[in-house]
């Protein structure tokens, strides 16, 4: 019989984590999404606009790989964790996202 913690097996690590993080995540970077797209919210310069959708983006993207690979934990590797693809999202969505901003504060 296994006496250890749930927090202390790296499975069950991965379920919490990457779950907890990952919905936590998402509920602030979909509402970023939904800001930056919704007709009634104006954001002026368009830099802006931009800046606030590339962060929501990198944060839904990073929501989605938490929630996979807990997923993945939570069926025994049986759906796989994610691959790069993800990644290069959420980092291509963050690069914009600094390279509106400094055109937001240099303008």
């Given at each position: ?43 002026s310069p368009w830099s802006i ?8 983006v990198t944060l839904c993207t ?46």
């Amino acid at each position: 019989m296994d006496t250890r913690s749930i927090a202390t097996m790296a499975r069950n690590r991965r379920i919490i984590w990457g779950g907890g993080v990952g919905l936590a995540v998402g509920l602030i970077g979909f509402p970023l999404v939904l800001m930056s797209v919704w007709p009634g919210v104006d954001h002026s310069p368009w830099s802006i606009n931009t800046m606030v959708l590339a962060a929501g983006v990198t944060l839904c993207t990073l929501s989605y790989i938490g929630i996979r690979l807990a997923v993945s934990a939570f069926t025994d590797d049986r759906v796989s964790p994610p691959d790069n693809r993800p990644y290069l999202v959420a980092g291509g969505a963050a690069a914009i996202a600094v390279l509106c901003l400094v055109i937001a504060v240099m303008g």
